[in-house]
C-alpha cells in the first residue's frame, strides 16, 4: 500500500435582483445522517446558515454545511452512521451533501479544493463532486486531490469510477492514479502507479488508519463556536464556482447581500458569477 504506513451594486439606484433568476431547483440532499466531526487537528473553520464557526470535535455536521480546512491545519474528519469516513487535509474546501440537480446529485461532498481520503465499507457507495471530475466508489480507500493545476483520483483500495458530463465512465483501480489537467482540453490520463512527487505531497494524516472516535462522542452534545457573520470573502469562493454549483446555491448565498460589504463584493465580481446580474 502506498498511502497507508506513511463582486450587484445596490449604490446609484441599483438593486439586488437575483430573486428573479430561474434556477434549476436543487436535488434533494442524501441522507448524510448526522456527519460527526471526529477529529480536528489544527484551526477549521464551518460555515452554516449566514454564520462562520470554530470547528470542533464531536459537531454534527448538517446538509450545505461548509468546511474550511487551513493550510495550516492539520485535518478534520467526519464519520457517517454507515461506516464511511471522509477526512479532509490542509487548504481544501468542501460542501456537505451538496443540492445539486439531475444526475450528479446525491453526492456526499462537494471537493471545492484540496485534499479528500475516502474510507468506504464494501458495498457502501460514497459520490464526491468536484469542478473538473466527479468520483464514485463502492467501497475501498480513495484519495481526491483538486489542485489548481490538475484534480487527481487514486484508490488505494477498491476500485473508483471517474465521471463527467461529456465523456465515458472511467475505472481506476487500486494502486492507479487518474490525472486530469484543469482549465484544457487534454485527454485524461492513467498511471499505473502514482508518481513520487504525488506521494510526497499527500498530507501526512493520509498516511497513516485511522481507527474510529465516534464511539467518544456517544451522548454529547458539542455545539461550534460562533466567530462571526459569513463575510463575502468566505463566500466567493462558492459564487465564483461552476455553473452548476452558482445556480443550486443562489438561494443561500442571496439574503447574505443586505450586507453592504457583500453586495460590494457580488459587483465587484460580476463577470465571474452572471446570474446576479440585474435583467436588463
Known amino acids: 500500500m502506498y498511502f497507508v504506513s506513511r463582486r450587484i451594486f445596490l449604490a446609484a439606484g441599483l438593486s439586488l435582483t437575483a ?16 456527519g460527526l466531526v471526529t477529529i480536528v487537528d489544527g484551526e477549521v473553520f464551518l460555515l452554516r446558515d449566514n454564520g462562520r464557526f470554530a470547528l470542533a470535535e464531536g ?29 479532509l487535509g490542509p487548504g481544501s474546501r468542501a460542501l456537505l451533501a451538496p443540492r445539486i440537480a439531475g444526475e450528479r446529485g446525491g453526492a456526499r461532498l462537494y471537493l471545492l479544493t484540496g485534499w479528500l481520503k475516502v474510507v468506504a465499507p464494501a458495498g457502501k457507495a460514497v459520490s464526491v463532486l468536484s469542478p473538473v471530475v466527479d468520483v464514485l466508489t463502492t467501497g475501498g480507500t480513495v484519495v481526491v486531490s483538486v489542485m489548481a493545476d490538475a484534480t487527481r483520483v487514486a484508490p488505494e483500495s477498491g476500485e473508483a469510477t471517474v465521471r463527467r458530463s461529456a465523456t465515458p465512465p472511467q475505472p481506476v483501480k487500486a494502486g492507479e492514479m487518474y490525472s486530469r489537467a484543469r482549465g ?12 513520487a512527487d504525488f506521494i510526497a505531497s499527500l ?3 493520509f498516511l497513516d488508519a485511522l481507527p474510529s472516535r465516534a464511539a467518544r462522542f456517544q451522548d ?12 463575502y470573502a468566505d463566500a466567493q469562493p462558492w459564487i465564483d464556482g461552476e455553473p452548476a454549483l452558482r445556480r443550486a446555491y443562489l438561494p443561500r ?16 465580481g460580476m463577470s465571474a458569477h452572471p446570474e446576479w446580474a440585474p435583467p436588463r
Do not use: Y
Open 19 to 34: 430573486a428573479t433568476v430561474q434556477a434549476a431547483p436543487p436535488a434533494p440532499a442524501p441522507a448524510v445522517g448526522g
Open 59 to 87: 459537531v454534527v455536521l448538517k446538509a450545505d454545511d461548509i468546511l474550511e480546512v487551513p493550510e495550516k491545519a492539520a485535518l478534520a474528519r467526519i464519520e457517517l452512521p454507515d461506516g464511511t469516513s471522509l477526512a
Open 184 to 195: 484544457t482540453t487534454s485527454k485524461p490520463s492513467i498511471e499505473k502507479r502514482p508518481p
Open 203 to 205: 498530507p501526512r494524516a
Open 220 to 231: 454529547r452534545t458539542v455545539e461550534p463556536r460562533r466567530l462571526g457573520d459569513i463575510a
Open 253 to 268: 448565498w442571496r439574503p447574505l447581500a443586505a450586507d453592504p460589504e457583500f453586495r460590494r463584493g457580488i459587483a465587484a
